[in-house]
């Protein structure tokens, strides 16, 4: 019988995985919703795409650690970067060429 998580290494990449595409799910309607009517600059996705890696890191040590509070935290970090790119190409390209 297994109780809770499965033990297996590939695990939190799983994890991290399935995150990411509810980001995707609700990411996209955040953006639609906040649109703002401000461009975003390239220096401020680069700024953004920094301060996300920096939260990776971040998701990576509280998943291992299995502190599920700041695995939270950082998830929702990520999300609200992760907008704001969406926000950024959608601007940049069209919204015909982004692919939700």
Not at 20 to 32: H, K, N, P, W
């Amino acid at each position: 019988m297994m109780r809770g998580l499965p033990r297996r290494p590939g695990f939190p990449i799983v994890l991290l995985g399935i995150c990411a595409s509810l980001y995707f799910l609700t990411g996209s309607l955040t953006a639609q919703r906040d649109g703002g009517g401000k461009v975003p600059t390239a220096e401020e996705h680069k700024a953004w795409m920094d301060d996300a890696g920096d939260v990776q890191e971040d998701l990576r040590e509280a998943l291992a650690a299995k502190d599920w509070k700041k695995t939270s935290e950082a998830a929702l970090k990520i999300e609200g970067l992760m907008g704001r790119t969406e926000a950024y190409w959608t601007a940049k390209r069209g919204a015909a060429d982004v692919v939700a």
